[in-house]
């Protein structure tokens, strides 16, 4: 059973910073994409930034320069390094990976920005 395991949400003010890791384990396929998407409260998930085998990214626009989408494929992990946080950054932050035929998702880690 594949396993995803999150790490790095918490708590930080505004214009702050944070690093998410997602490792990914126990998979007996080909990582493909691996991504971040964000779900805040009362709204629908939407992708935050997704990073190819080869190292292609694309983010959000409402990210674009703020956030660095990254990954070790030697260690099956990905990053995400998370600067000039806003307010409404705030949301649980889930990690996706890609095969040729599934896709798997952590279990979320909480980011909440406020003062």
């Known amino acids: 059973q594949v396993q995803l395991v999150e790490s790095g949400g918490g708590l930080v003010q505004p214009g702050g910073s944070l690093r998410l890791s997602c490792e990914v384990s126990?998979?007996?396929?080909?990582?493909?994409?691996m991504g971040w998407y964000r779900q805040a409260p009362g709204k629908q998930r939407e992708l935050v930034a997704r990073?190819?085998?080869?190292?292609?990214?694309n983010y959000a626009d409402s990210v674009k320069g703020r956030f660095t989408i990254s990954r070790d494929n030697a260690k099956n992990t990905a990053y995400l390094q998370m600067n000039s946080l806003k307010s409404e950054d705030t949301a649980v932050y889930y990690c996706?990976?890609?095969?040729?035929?599934?896709?798997?998702w952590g279990q979320g880690t909480p980011v909440t920005v406020s003062t």
């Open positions: 996706n990976v890609q095969s040729f035929t599934n896709q798997y």
């Open positions: 126990r998979n007996s396929f080909r990582i493909l994409t």
């Open positions: 990073i190819t085998g080869g190292g292609s990214t």
